[in-house]
C-alpha cells in the first residue's frame, strides 16, 4: 500500500476555477492544447524581444491589427536531479491527508499544463512518466499522453504508467478517474484549480511539497515572483502613466465552433493579467464579475480598445474575420474597428505557473509596441 489518506467527500472548487474547467473541457474538442495557431488558422506565432528593448508607441491605440504571441517555451531547472525528501505527509487542497512514499514516477496533470511545467522547473522532469495534452513544452512533450478529446482522463492510460503520484486539481475530469486512481492505492494530490497572480507562489511550492523538496519549492517560488516584479516594473515602464490613456481590454473566451463566447470578469484570474500588463480592465467597471456569457450590452458597455484571446478559441471562430462577423456589436467597439486582438496559446496564457513572467512580457509587447515583434 503506497498511501495513507482521509479522503474529502465533495470535491470543493472555487466557483469561477469550476466554471473555467467546465468552459474548457466543454471546448476540448476544438481546442488540443498544441502549440499556438495564428489568428487565420496557420502557424503565424510571434515572438516578443525584451520589454527592456522595445521603445513604446507614443499613443497606445495608434495601431490596428492582430497578434498571437508565444511565451517563453525553454524550461530552466532550479536544481539538478534535487534528492527527495520522502515519505511527506500533507493535507491537500481538499482537506485531504495524504501520504507519499515514493515520487520516483509521477504524473502531474491539469488543464493549463502549468503543473507539469513546474515539476520540470524544479528539477524533476525524469520523474514524469505521462502528461496532460496541455503539457507541450520541449523535453516533455514526447511522454504518452493520458487525455483524450482533448483533456478527458482517460483511467486505462493513467494505471498503465503505473504511476506511484499523481498531483492534480480539479480542472480535469471525470472526476470519477481521479476516484479510481486513489482507489488504486496511488497518492492523489489535490491542489487549488484557482489560478491568478496571487497564488503562483502557493502553487509552485504545493508542488514541491508533494514532491519532497520543499526547498526547491521555496528557491522556485522565490525566483518566479522576482521574474514577475521584474517584468511588471519593466511594464510600468511602457505603459501609460495616466489611468485615462490605459487601453480598456477584456478577456473573450470563444469556442466558435461549440458556440461558445464568454467574456471574463473579476475573479476570473483574466482580471488579474489585464491588470498586470498595464490595461484597464473594463469588467470592473461595468460589474462583469465571474465569467459570463458574452452579451450585445455588454460588448457595447464595455467598448474594450483590446481583445485577448486564447489563439485556440480565436481559430476556432475563423479568425479574427470570422468573430466579428459572428459577433457584429465586437465589429463596432475601437478593438473590432482597428482588429487590436492579441491572442496566446491556451495553456500559457491563464496558466499562471512558472512562466508567467514571460506570458506578461509577450503581451505587453504586443500590446505596446506591436511593431517590434518578429
Known sequence: MRVSSTPARVPVLPLVAALLAALLLAGCGVSTGERAVGAEGTSDVRTAPPLADVRPLTDVRDWEGEA????????????????QQLPVTLTDAQGTKVTVEDASRVLALDVHGTLARTVAELGLADVLVGRDVSTQVEGLDDLPLVTQDGHDLVAEAILGLDPTLLITDTSLGPWDVVLQVRDAGIPVVVLEPERTLDNVGSLVRGVAEALGVPEEGAALAQRTQREIDDVTAEIARVAPADEGQWLRTVFLYVRGQSGVYYMFG?????DSLIEAIGGYDVAEEIGWNGMKPLTDE??????????????????SAGGVDGLLERLPA????????????????????????????SVLEALAVAAYAPGELS
Not at 473579476?266 to 483574466?270: F, I, K, P, V, W
Not at 482597428?338 to 491556451?346: K, P, Q, S, T
Open 330 to 357: 465586437l465589429a463596432e467597439t475601437p478593438a473590432g474597428r482597428h482588429r487590436r486582438f492579441v491572442a496566446m496559446d491556451d495553456a500559457d496564457i491563464l496558466g499562471f505557473g512558472p512562466a508567467t513572467a
Open 266 to 270: 473579476e475573479g476570473s484570474g483574466a
Open 68 to 83: 498571437v504571441v508565444a511565451a517563453q517555451d525553454e524550461v530552466d531547472p532550479v536544481a539538478d536531479s534535487p534528492e
Open 298 to 315: 455588454g460588448l457595447v458597455s464595455a467598448q474594450p480598445d483590446l481583445v485577448l484571446m486564447m489563439s485556440g478559441g480565436l481559430d
